[in-house]
């Protein structure tokens, strides 16, 4: 069983920038990719970015490509989330996740969730 804690949300203005962290425990993830998904309100849940942890090949949804980074900590076994020119779009509960995946885009791949964290972006 993989354990997922998120932090770093919070409230931040338009054009600012949040770093979410999400630490991962309880059994090896060499085989694992994690990845980052979000959920509006009154919207579907949402690819955001996801790395390979054995070889840290990553992916980006469209809507992020170019603001967000996705990257990894192999000692402190955490994956982290650079948010950088934050749209209100963006607001969100942000869920981190964990699985042995061949596509990273897709959240049904995913057998591991962690409790999710808020970002509001304001305008």
């Known amino acids: 069983q993989v354990q997922l804690v998120e932090s770093g949300g919070g409230l931040v203005q338009a054009g600012g920038s949040l770093r979410l962290s999400c630490a991962a425990s309880?059994?090896?993830?060499?085989?694992?990719?994690m990845g980052w998904f979000r959920r509006a309100p009154g919207k579907e849940r949402e690819f955001v970015a996801a790395?390979?942890?054995?070889?840290?090949?990553?992916d980006y949804a469209n809507s992020v490509k170019g603001r967000f980074t996705i990257s990894r900590d192999n000692a402190k076994i955490t994956v982290y989330l650079q948010m950088n020119s934050l749209k209100p779009e963006d607001t969100a509960v942000y869920y981190c996740?964990?699985?042995?995946?061949?596509?990273?885009?897709?959240?049904?791949?995913?057998?591991?969730w962690g409790q999710g964290t808020q970002v509001t972006v304001s305008s």
């Open positions: 996740a964990a699985g042995i995946v061949t596509g990273l885009g897709s959240a049904d791949n995913y057998a591991h």
């Open positions: 309880g059994r090896t993830l060499r085989n694992h990719a």
């Open positions: 790395i390979r942890w054995s070889g840290g090949s990553t």
